[in-house]
């Protein structure tokens, strides 16, 4: 099992920054591809950013590419979304995941989920 703790969120004006973290505890975090998801009031959970096990791969969802930045820190157990120049359409929960093996852009791929940290951008 792999718990999973995220914070960071909060509210902030369009064209401002955010980190969020998830902190994780149990199994061998560095065994665990890792990902944010968000999702929005009555919207689908949509996929974000993930980072390989070593944090040499990297990948993102079209429209946060170039204002989002996903990182891990392997010895705090610990993964990081900068989030920059953020627009109100970025308002959700974004909720981080892991799962063994390599990184993927499908919710269904993830085994373990955390509870989620609200982020709201005003206009």
């Known amino acids: 099992q792999v718990q999973l703790v995220e914070s960071g969120g909060g509210l902030v004006q369009a064209g401002g920054s955010l980190r969020l973290s998830c902190a994780a505890s149990?199994?061998?975090?560095?065994?665990?591809?890792m990902a944010w998801f968000r999702q929005a009031p009555g919207k689908e959970r949509e996929f974000v950013a993930a980072?390989?096990?070593?944090?040499?791969?990297?990948n993102y969802e079209d429209s946060v590419r170039g204002r989002f930045t996903i990182s891990r820190d392997n010895a705090k157990n610990t993964v990081y979304l900068q989030m920059s120049s953020l627009k109100p359409e970025d308002t959700a929960v974004y909720v981080c995941?892991?799962?063994?093996?390599?990184?993927?852009?499908?919710?269904?791929?993830?085994?373990?989920w955390g509870q989620g940290t609200q982020v709201t951008v005003s206009s």
């Open positions: 995941a892991a799962r063994t093996g390599g990184t993927r852009s499908r919710s269904g791929d993830y085994d373990y």
């Open positions: 149990g199994r061998t975090f560095s065994n665990y591809a």
């Open positions: 980072i390989s096990w070593s944090g040499e791969r990297t």
